[in-house]
């Protein structure tokens, strides 16, 4: 059964759907609809603002003007409200939607663009692969050989396809994304930010659990959420009527995330100086697939920076860096624009589940994409300061993991005399987050999670809700760096 947008664009919000209390949170006068409050409830959350000390690229960066996870965040959220919008006027047209769902599809994607990256830990993608190393290593080292029994034993199978176990040895930040937007930022009660169905469906850009196997589908391609989330999954799925398919909407917020930084990250490349415009225009002729459109784009941007020097005289870096800005500005146009048609395209088979591909990849863009994707990864990402950064931020994380772990995994709590080791333990269990401190004892006490996952989710919670410079910070006091 093909999706519809009356279901899609559900208002339940995420303790109703649970069971709990349906309780009016509107004051008196309040304007805004359901997702417009969604919107803001991420803007003024706490993990929204630790992003703007969350690596994008450049971990630690002290140049204010090269992005961060806060800045990206907003350039995303902002192309993805555009993306949405274009999409809409389209199927507006057509009849699919009326003016009202049409504000309302734009609003959801802009949210979803603020909080795709919630999740991330410190030090950008390198720190997801340091978490998944450090439970990787716990359960090949022969004092933690049996790490993991009490999951395998918990799932009643002792096999690698154990979700609890794979939760951690496939660690992913889109699933932390859903576990914090709806259980850790607590507002008035365990419900998270206790958003609408409609946005936490389309916040869900990966379906797959950590035991389930992709199947050659992009979608399942990485750990969409946890074992603490099955339960919510499952009603999400039933209430916005997706099923195990993608919400339509995820595919624009992905395609806005593509757009944007493949198209940026060269930008800050160049004010990096990493590249610079001679350099990333020869990069992108002998990158692309399709010469005679990646040079029309750069003779364009040429021809306008030429224009403004009768105005502004630019010279050196300055000039590099109005020459790509305004690449810039003409590939997320062009991105946009054609996302927005691959969207139409292949309307009928995202709305029935059985569209499995990527908007930007089947688009007519993706000959530009491909080759500034190419640049990146062969001049920007491996950059020797990056690279160095980034060795730091693993040490930093996994030492962080060994000391919290300590204390989550002490088991002394209530006795009154405990040993040096216990003492030590129950100090470094202290130290940990409050909130993150009441949502693991409330899993303890009201799911029937096993208390070992409980606990590796407390010491991932902590360490993956730290800033960059808190983390190195507290690695220093710890360590006596």
Same mark, same amino acid.
């Given at each position: 059964?093909?999706?519809d947008?009356?279901?899609?664009?559900?208002i339940?919000?995420?303790r109703?759907l649970?069971g709990?209390?349906s309780?009016?949170?509107r004051?008196?006068g309040?304007?805004?609809?359901?997702f417009e409050r969604?919107?803001?409830r991420?803007v003024?959350?706490?993990?929204?603002?630790?992003l703007?000390d969350?690596?994008q690229?450049?971990?630690?960066?002290?140049n204010?003007?090269?992005r961060?996870?806060?800045?990206?965040?907003?350039e995303?959220?902002h192309?993805?409200?555009?993306?949405?919008?274009?999409?809409?006027?389209?199927m507006r047209e057509?009849g699919y939607?009326d003016?009202?769902?049409?504000?309302q599809i734009?609003?959801?994607?802009?949210?979803c663009?603020l909080?795709?990256?919630?999740?991330?830990?410190?030090f950008g993608?390198?720190?997801?692969i340091?978490?998944?190393e450090?439970?990787?290593?716990?359960e090949?080292?022969?004092?933690?050989?049996?790490?993991f029994?009490?999951?395998?034993?918990?799932?009643?199978r002792?096999?690698?396809?154990?979700q609890?176990v794979?939760d951690f040895?496939?660690?992913?930040?889109?699933a932390?994304?859903?576990r914090l937007?709806?259980k850790l930022q607590?507002?008035a009660d365990f419900?998270?930010?206790n958003?609408t169905c409609g946005t936490?469906?389309?916040?869900?850009?990966y379906?797959?659990a950590?035991?389930?196997?992709?199947?050659?589908?992009h979608e399942?391609?990485?750990?969409?959420?946890?074992?603490?989330?099955?339960s919510?999954i499952?009603k999400?799925?039933t209430?916005?009527?997706t099923?195990?398919a993608r919400n339509?909407?995820?595919?624009?917020v992905?395609?806005?995330?593509?757009c944007?930084?493949? #198209?940026?990250?060269l930008?800050d490349g160049?004010? +990096?100086? %990493?590249?610079d415009?001679?350099?990333?225009?020869? @990069?992108l002729?002998a990158?692309s697939?399709?010469n005679?459109t990646?040079?029309k784009?750069?003779?364009?941007v040429?021809e306008h920076?030429?224009?403004k020097?009768?105005?502004?005289?630019?010279?050196g870096?300055?000039?590099?860096k109005?020459?790509v800005?305004?690449f810039?500005?003409?590939?997320?146009?062009?991105?946009?624009?054609?996302?927005s048609k691959?969207f139409?395209?292949n309307?009928e088979?995202i709305m029935?589940g059985?569209?499995?591909?990527e908007?930007v990849?089947?688009?007519?863009a993706?000959?530009?994409v491909?080759a500034?994707?190419k640049i990146?990864l062969?001049r920007?990402y491996c950059s020797?300061? #990056?690279l160095n950064l980034e060795l730091m931020g693993? +040490?930093? %994380?996994?030492d962080?993991?060994d000391?919290?772990? @300590?204390?989550?995994?002490f088991r002394?709590?209530?006795?009154?005399?405990?040993?040096?080791s216990e003492?030590?333990?129950q100090?470094a269990?202290d130290?940990?987050?409050d909130?993150y401190?009441?949502?693991?004892?409330h899993?303890l006490?009201?799911?029937?999670?096993?208390?070992?996952?409980?606990?590796?989710?407390?010491?991932t919670?902590?360490v993956?809700?730290?800033t960059?410079?808190f983390?190195?910070n507290?690695?220093?006091r710890?360590?006596?760096?």
């Amino acid at each position: 059964m093909a999706m519809d947008w009356q279901k899609l664009l559900s208002i339940e919000r995420a303790r109703e759907l649970v069971g709990g209390p349906s309780q009016s949170e509107r004051v008196p006068g309040d304007k805004r609809d359901e997702f417009e409050r969604d919107f803001d409830r991420i803007v003024y959350s706490t993990p929204f603002r630790r992003l703007q000390d969350k690596t994008q690229v450049f971990p630690l960066d002290p140049n204010d003007s090269v992005r961060t996870r806060l800045t990206h965040s907003l350039e995303v959220s902002h192309a993805a409200r555009g993306l949405a919008k274009d999409v809409c006027c389209e199927m507006r047209e057509q009849g699919y939607i009326d003016n009202l769902k049409s504000r309302q599809i734009e609003t959801i994607a802009a949210t979803c663009g603020l909080l795709h990256d919630l999740g991330n830990p410190p030090f950008g993608h390198s720190g997801e692969i340091a978490i998944r190393e450090w439970f990787q290593k716990k359960e090949k080292e022969g004092k933690d050989a049996n790490f993991f029994s009490e999951l395998y034993d918990a799932s009643e199978r002792r096999n690698k396809a154990s979700q609890y176990v794979q939760d951690f040895l496939r660690f992913e930040g889109n699933a932390q994304t859903i576990r914090l937007i709806t259980k850790l930022q607590i507002l008035a009660d365990f419900h998270g930010l206790n958003l609408t169905c409609g946005t936490l469906s389309a916040a869900c850009k990966y379906v797959a659990a950590s035991n389930e196997g992709d199947d050659g589908f992009h979608e399942k391609a990485k750990v969409g959420y946890f074992a603490s989330e099955n339960s919510l999954i499952e009603k999400l799925r039933t209430e916005t009527g997706t099923g195990k398919a993608r919400n339509p909407i995820t595919f624009l917020v992905e395609a806005a995330d593509d757009c944007v930084y493949n #198209t940026v990250d060269l930008e800050d490349g160049v004010t +990096k100086g %990493i590249l610079d415009w001679k350099l990333l225009k020869d @990069e992108l002729l002998a990158s692309s697939d399709d010469n005679t459109t990646i040079r029309k784009y750069l003779e364009d941007v040429e021809e306008h920076v030429e224009e403004k020097e009768k105005e502004i005289q630019f010279s050196g870096r300055a000039k590099d860096k109005t020459l790509v800005r305004y690449f810039r500005v003409l590939a997320i146009r062009e991105i946009v624009t054609a996302s927005s048609k691959a969207f139409m395209d292949n309307y009928e088979e995202i709305m029935e589940g059985d569209y499995h591909g990527e908007l930007v990849e089947d688009s007519t863009a993706w000959p530009l994409v491909k080759a500034c994707r190419k640049i990146n990864l062969g001049r920007v990402y491996c950059s020797d300061e #990056t690279l160095n950064l980034e060795l730091m931020g693993r +040490k930093v %994380i996994q030492d962080l993991l060994d000391i919290y772990w @300590e204390g989550y995994d002490f088991r002394g709590n209530g006795k009154k005399n405990l040993s040096n080791s216990e003492k030590f333990a129950q100090k470094a269990y202290d130290l940990t987050s409050d909130n993150y401190q009441k949502v693991f004892k409330h899993a303890l006490e009201k799911t029937d999670l096993p208390k070992r996952y409980c606990r590796m989710q407390l010491v991932t919670d902590y360490v993956c809700g730290m800033t960059d410079t808190f983390a190195v910070n507290l690695h220093k006091r710890l360590t006596n760096g």
